[in-house]
């Protein structure tokens, strides 16, 4: 569908030209203003803001004409990019390079098996609470895999704030040629001191194409079966 939320291009508009401003007054306040920091304060400012969806040109020249309700909304964001900016100053990234290279290593004069992101949960199998501080590890045909890009991790640590949920963005695989499909062979693996070792195996089924990788999509996720992990000798035990 060509849905469009103006309200993105406002926001990458304003931040490239506030960081940009920071940057050629000598940045006084000694900002990271690297790529990843942006994106982070896009991000930021976008949960925070209404969208503004239009569907044709004439409900873009209909926004671009209200220029009272134009400006306050730039206004806006103008604040949110500010606090923004503090904030993801505060606290940066830790996997990020935080220097001027974009966080992504992904090639585009290859055909390109394009690996949807791959999501999941865990719980206690004897208490069926979320599993939080273990390492979730995924692998492709035995290796580990790299991810798309610095935001995303591979092993996933279960955290408090996301509790039992899991996910993996893997990067491109270079194909041979276009239009070949191919069938991956994925694996799930969680050790841990506190629970008997976890394995998974499961595959996905995707077709290399001459293109630009696809971004994120919620349509696009492999979602796995919920998984259980039990303390030690309970697998046994429950046959």
Known sequence: MDIHNTNEDLVFSSVQTIFDEIQSSGNPEKYCLCYQCRIDTVCYTLNRIEPNYIVSNRGFTRFE?????????????????????RLVNHNLRPTAPHDDSVA??????????????????????????PIIDVDVFIYCEGDLISMRNSN??????????TPGAFSFWPA??????????????????????????LSHFFNISATSKFHNPQSYALNRTFKLPDLYLFPPGEAEQNG
């Open 65 to 85: 004409q209200t220029s009272i309700r134009r400006q306050q909304i730039e206004a806006d964001i103008t604040s949110l990019i500010y606090k923004g900016l």
């Open 104 to 129: 992504t290593s992904i090639r585009t004069d290859h055909p390109l098996y394009d690996i949807p992101t791959i999501a999941g949960r865990i719980f206690n199998g004897e208490s069926f609470e």
């Open 152 to 161: 995303w991790q591979n092993p996933y640590r279960m955290v408090q704030s």
């Open 172 to 197: 491109p695989i270079i194909a041979d040629s276009p239009e070949v499909t191919k069938e991956f062979k994925f694996s799930i693996k969680v050790k841990s001191p506190d629970f008997e070792p």
